[in-house]
């Protein structure tokens, strides 16, 4: 069984985000989360809640498990 981690989650949220060309400050704004939140992310010291997840698999058009490192596609 694969275990959780948060580098993983924040490294594919990062090239997400990059991949599409904006910034973290945008990436906040459209999902409506402070910009500290995705910073946090990304780094590892924070986990997005379950609405967080949501709204970013929306957003990027991917799967919660992609996001969560639990898949690779």
Known sequence: MKK????????RL???R???????NKLAADIEVSN???SYW?????EPSAQALFKLAL???VSVDYI??????
């Not at 959780?4 to 490294?11: A, I, L, R, S, W």
């Not at 990059?18 to 973290?24: P, V």
């Not at 990304?42 to 924070?46: A, H, V």
């Open 42 to 46: 990304e780094n590892g010291k924070q």
């Open 36 to 38: 500290a939140s995705i």
């Open 18 to 24: 990059t991949e599409k060309n904006i910034g973290q």
């Open 59 to 61: 957003y990027f058009d």
């Open 68 to 73: 969560l490192g639990i898949t690779d596609d």
């Open 4 to 11: 959780f981690d948060c580098k993983v989650m924040g490294e």
């Open 14 to 16: 990062k090239t997400l």
